[in-house]
């Protein structure tokens, strides 16, 4: 599976923007996770949705971001309003068809990553 994440960008603090993840095919029986990457810091889990469509997200962007897959399920966004300065970060998306649920946070257990998207809020 190759993924192609986009629709990154700088915006003002309050503003939104939606990211993609493009997969070359279907993800039917995939799980599906954004992470984040910020300067300095550790890879963090978004958010992710589940191969039974169940959706989890990290508590610092519950209500604010939202996780949605397009019918011919080829494309994730990632909805993100409100943001913050503290949302910026390189944004990737993964892939993997094995995990269990209590999984999906962990970066390690995805086989397949995009290249990442630049999001930069500016306060």
């Known amino acids: 599976v190759q993924l192609q994440a986009s629709g990154g960008g700088l915006v003002q603090a309050g503003d939104s923007l939606r990211l993609s993840c493009a997969a070359s095919g279907p993800l039917r029986g995939y799980t599906v996770a954004w992470f984040r990457q910020a300067p300095g810091e550790e890879r963090e889990f978004v958010g992710a949705i589940f191969r039974s469509g169940g959706i989890r997200y990290a508590d610092s962007v519950k209500g604010r971001f939202t996780i949605s897959m397009d019918n011919a399920k080829t494309t994730v966004y990632l909805q993100m309003d409100n943001l913050k300065p503290e949302d910026t970060a390189v944004y990737y998306c993964?892939?993997?068809?094995?995990?269990?649920?209590?999984?999906?946070?962990?970066?390690?257990?995805?086989?397949?990553w995009g290249q990442g998207t630049q999001v930069t809020v500016s306060s």
């Open positions: 993964a892939v993997d068809r094995n995990l269990i649920l209590s999984s999906i946070r962990f970066d390690g257990q995805y086989d397949y």
